[in-house]
């Protein structure tokens, strides 16, 4: 039998072990060490990095070890809800697509989708179930009502909203579609007789069950547009959408 100060000990190891394995490969070179422990399950560790001092918090969530970063870089995030990458775009073609504000508005929005899902797996409110195979946040029923969800630590809520990943599909389709099959084996909590509900947070335990059309939509339009590109061929057929973007000095890469 392990007495539970040598239990807490170990605990605390593999927790520190974790931790440097973490920056080793994310930082390698960097000097930093443990100052001290937070309340409850909360670690507190310290680093230098070109003179600059970075303050490091971890928790653990189940059994998996989530980092938060109090480095202020991560902080004041520019990326908005996943909406910005995808209204504009459900008949309007972002490929090749450019204009004096942007060179390549496929790449733009591509990167905008791939900044909110390295913001749900680095995690850094410690939310249940964010990971590689749960992510996206944008404008969705909430916890509290409805709100703009988006990749910072203000308006982060813990609360996936399905539409983000699954309208990103035409961006990162692997990545969509990891997410869809992770969705989709959590059962009728998230899924329903005309597809997946609009929002849902498992910090919360919070399943509310509810569509919201502006929402359930792109989907249905994002996922034809990558299986065939129907919508975007449809809508870039039409002379006054060629005649529009010509005025308004949008071009198309050939």
Not at 110 to 122: G, K, M, P, V, W
Not at 203 to 214: F, S, V
Request: aromatic share 18%; charged share 20%; glycine share 6%.
């Amino acid at each position: 039998v392990i007495s539970s100060t040598a239990c807490d000990f170990l605990i605390h190891s593999i927790i520190f072990m974790r931790f440097f394995f973490f920056f080793f490969q994310a930082e390698c070179g960097i000097l930093f060490f443990c100052l001290s422990r937070g309340l409850g399950d909360v670690y507190r560790f310290f680093f230098f990095k070109q003179k600059t001092a970075y303050e490091i918090s971890a928790c653990l969530v189940g059994s998996e070890m989530c980092i938060r970063d109090r480095n202020l870089r991560y902080q004041d995030s520019k990326a908005g809800p996943l909406f910005w990458a995808q209204y504009s775009f459900l008949g309007l073609n972002p490929t090749k697509l450019k204009d004096k504000y942007c060179s390549d508005y496929f790449n733009e929005m591509r990167n905008l989708t791939l900044a909110n899902r390295a913001y749900c797996i680095r995690n850094p409110k410690c939310h249940k179930g964010f990971s590689s195979d749960c992510w996206g946040l944008t404008a969705s029923y909430s916890v509290n009502g409805y709100a703009a969800h988006a990749p910072n630590e203000h308006d982060d809520k813990g609360v996936i909203s399905p539409t983000a990943a699954l309208s990103s599909i035409v961006y990162t389709p692997e990545y969509s579609l990891q997410v869809m099959r992770h969705l989709y084996e959590m059962g009728e909590k998230v899924f329903g007789p005309y597809g997946f509900y609009d929002a849902f947070s498992e910090t919360d335990n919070w399943y509310p069950q509810r569509y919201l059309a502006i929402d359930q939509g792109p989907i249905a339009v994002m996922i034809e547009n990558y299986r065939s590109g129907l919508l975007w061929k449809l809508f870039m057929s039409h002379p006054d959408i060629q005649k529009g973007l010509q005025k308004l000095g949008f071009s198309i890469e050939n």
